[in-house]
Nanobody
Framework: QVQLVESGGGLVQAGDSLRLSCTSS????????MGWFRQAPGKEREFVAA????????TYADSVKGRFTISRDNAKNTMYLQMNSLTPEDTAVYYC????????????????????WGQGTQVTVSS
């Protein structure tokens, strides 16, 4: 069983930066395919960024490419999402997700592919 806990959300102004954290218990992050998703009010949950368990493959949504960076610290069993140049359109509840994946290069961008989810952390960007 994997339990994920997010932290790091908050209220910031446009152009600011935030770093979200997602700490895993039960399984080490080095063996999990992991990703970040977000959900704004009235909208479906959307993909933000993800990487394969090997770390060999990383992918981003077009809307965040060049501004957000996904990473992990195996020693801390934690995944991060560094978010720079935030805009009001980035306002949402951000969720981390994880699952076991068969391949070293398998990256999941569909939320249905993940069995483990954190509780979410609110990010609000004011203009």
């Amino acid at each position: 069983q994997v339990q994920l806990v997010e932290s790091g959300g908050g209220l910031v102004q446009a152009g600011d930066s935030l770093r979200l954290s997602c700490t895993s218990s039960g399984r080490t992050v080095s063996v999990l395919a992991m990703g970040w998703f977000r959900q704004a009010p009235g909208k479906e949950r959307e993909f933000v960024a993800a990487f394969s368990w090997s770390g060999l493959v990383t992918t981003y949504a077009d809307s965040v490419k060049g501004r957000f960076t996904i990473s992990r610290d195996n020693a801390k069993n934690t995944m991060y999402l560094q978010m720079n140049s935030l805009t009001p359109e980035d306002t949402a509840v951000y969720y981390c997700a994880a699952d076991e994946a068969p391949g070293r290069r398998t990256v999941y961008t569909n939320p249905r592919d993940y069995n483990y989810w954190g509780q979410g952390t609110q990010v609000t960007v004011s203009s």
